[in-house]
């Protein structure tokens, strides 16, 4: 894909399609617009008891933005079940560019100086466009997905966009929706001022809890 850069991928963002590769070693990039979208939605989750009480009691060390490429290359990692990546050496250095053009997050999940877990995606107006996650340790993708609810939550935002629902996501209450509705939502939350940094750097797994759960009571007691 001659002449596709960072300004280009945000562009593809903001009309709804993204990129992948067929495997690691595939030099070439696809843009994908599936007539299914994934989304969780930040008003309607799902956090298992057991993974409350993980978030809680602070098991991991969690950043943002610490080791951005150390994150990209933990997705782009085999691991069991995951023997394949679309992740090749192209999007890598899109990520990487657009990280420092200030529109790619990560956060990562740390046990002392090892980085033993994470995710990362695109942050654009009102919506966070998540792109991979991985684990080496038990539950570290999931204490990483807590607090980036959370970030978003308090950041204003309206859209979580899974490009496709897994059986790992759809624990969460992630699903999936027709191509027309997701573009409508999009162009919704592309109008928002929505903030990645509304939260402080670096928070407690309690504060997380609180900050990723606030809009469900909202939602229930008005």
């Excluded at 069991?80 to 999007?91: A, L, S």
């Amino acid at each position: 894909m001659r002449g596709f850069g960072a300004k280009e991928l945000l562009e593809c963002y903001a009309r709804g399609v993204f990129p992948m590769a067929e495997g690691r070693d595939d030099p070439r990039i696809y843009l994908l617009d599936p007539d299914q979208r994934g989304i969780l939605p930040l008003d309607d989750f799902h956090l298992p008891r057991r993974l409350q009480r993980t978030v809680r009691q602070d098991s991991f060390q969690v950043s943002i933005n610490l080791d951005f490429p150390a994150v990209v290359a933990g997705c782009c990692t085999a691991a069991p079940g995951r023997e394949e990546t679309w992740i090749n050496d192209g999007i890598f250095s899109l990520y990487t560019e657009l990280h420092r053009r200030g529109h790619a997050h990560s956060v990562e999940c740390w046990r002392g100086s090892d980085l033993v877990g994470g995710l990362y995606g695109v942050a654009l107006g009102g919506a966070f466009f998540g792109e991979s996650m991985f684990s080496r340790q038990r539950d570290a993708s999931k204490v990483a997905l807590v607090h980036l609810l959370a970030r978003l939550i308090a950041g204003g935002y309206a859209l979580l966009d899974t490009q496709f629902t897994t059986g790992h996501l759809e624990t969460f209450g992630a699903r999936s929706i027709a191509r027309d509705d997701y573009k409508s939502r999009l162009a919704q939350a592309l109008e928002l001022d929505a903030n990645f940094f509304a939260l402080p750097a670096e928070i407690g797994g309690a504060q997380a809890l609180r900050e990723a759960q606030a809009l469900q009571s909202i939602t229930q007691t008005s």
